[in-house]
């Protein structure tokens, strides 16, 4: 059996992956800093992690389909690459974030481009395919 886009694929696994990631960085955070469910605030830095998972969930809502509809429409292996941008630029991100929030730009930048290159990417080739 064979999988038609195995390179989104796998990067989709990486992505919900690192969303698993920052949940489980939520739940570390509120053993450590007190914080018990379902407050969302307190410490600033519980709430710094519970942003970080947050941004990550109003990202992922928009990255994913663009990534498929990029790998559809497009090509699966350069989707892929963005893909793997988006992956490690939410790393990035989060890494940054926890530490200080001013600090997230960069890993912001690397998750917002791919995705809006993929949607690039997409829209221009269905309506290409439309055109035709």
Same mark, same amino acid.
């Given at each position: 059996?064979?999988?038609?886009?195995?390179?989104?694929?796998? @990067?989709?696994?990486? /992505?919900?992956?690192? $969303?698993?990631?920052?949940? #489980?960085? =939520? +739940?570390? !955070?509120?053993?450590?800093? *007190?914080?018990?469910?379902?407050?969302?605030?307190?410490?600033?830095?519980?709430?710094?992690?519970?942003?970080?998972?947050?941004?990550?969930?109003?990202?992922?809502?928009?990255?994913?389909? @663009?990534?498929?509809? /990029?790998?559809?429409? $497009?090509?699966?292996?350069? #989707?892929? =690459? +963005?893909? !793997?941008?988006?992956?490690? *630029?939410?790393?990035?991100?989060?890494?940054?974030?926890?530490?200080?929030?001013?600090?997230?730009?960069?890993?912001?930048?690397?998750?917002?481009?791919?995705?809006?290159?993929?949607?690039?990417?997409?829209?221009?080739?269905?309506?290409?395919?439309?055109?035709?």
């Amino acid at each position: 059996m064979s999988f038609a886009y195995p390179w989104s694929g796998l @990067a989709t696994i990486a /992505a919900v992956l690192v $969303f698993f990631w920052t949940g #489980a960085m =939520v +739940a570390r !955070a509120r053993r450590r800093f *007190g914080i018990k469910a379902p407050a969302t605030t307190g410490d600033p830095g519980f709430e710094r992690v519970f942003r970080v998972q947050m941004n990550t969930l109003e990202q992922i809502a928009m990255f994913l389909p @663009a990534l498929w509809l /990029a790998a559809v429409a $497009f090509s699966d292996r350069w #989707a892929a =690459v +963005a893909g !793997a941008v988006w992956v490690v *630029g939410r790393i990035v991100y989060a890494r940054a974030y926890y530490v200080q929030a001013e600090m997230r730009g960069p890993g912001f930048l690397m998750t917002i481009l791919p995705t809006s290159i993929l949607l690039i990417f997409a829209a221009f080739s269905i309506v290409q395919s439309l055109a035709a």
